[in-house]
């Protein structure tokens, strides 16, 4: 599996994903990139799940015939300790998504 963290999250979260599984849009040389060239690109690249805590996102592109699936975070903060203890939640959310769909945790 293929998962994409946003870059508005912190880079620890990919720790919460199998080694290897899990990298973070600028690791994958995407920094900066406006939101609809990113989930283009993803398309291109075939990733399984998108991982962002834009809520707004959703309201602004369009998902429907992505090949991936997303999910939304919906948290105080960014901050990676306001998101651990959503890890088991993101987890599940991440295997159970499927493509062109958004599921929310919080």
């Known amino acids: ?8 999250l912190p880079k620890r979260v990919t720790q ?32 399984d799940v998108f991982v ?4 707004n996102i959703e309201y602004q592109q369009q998902f429907i015939n992505r090949k991936f699936g ?8 960014n901050r990676f300790n306001d998101l651990l203890h959503l890890k088991d939640k993101i987890l599940k959310a991440v295997n159970s998504v499927s493509k062109g769909e958004i599921e929310h945790i919080s």
């Open 70 to 77: 997303t999910v939304v975070i919906i948290a105080v903060s």
């Open 1 to 8: 599996m293929k998962i994409i963290i946003d870059e508005c």
């Open 52 to 55: 962002t805590i834009d809520g």
């Open 16 to 47: 919460f994903f199998e080694k290897g599984s899990a990298f973070t849009v600028p690791q994958i040389g995407l920094s900066g990139t406006k939101d609809t060239e990113l989930l283009n690109e993803l398309d291109r690249r075939e990733i």
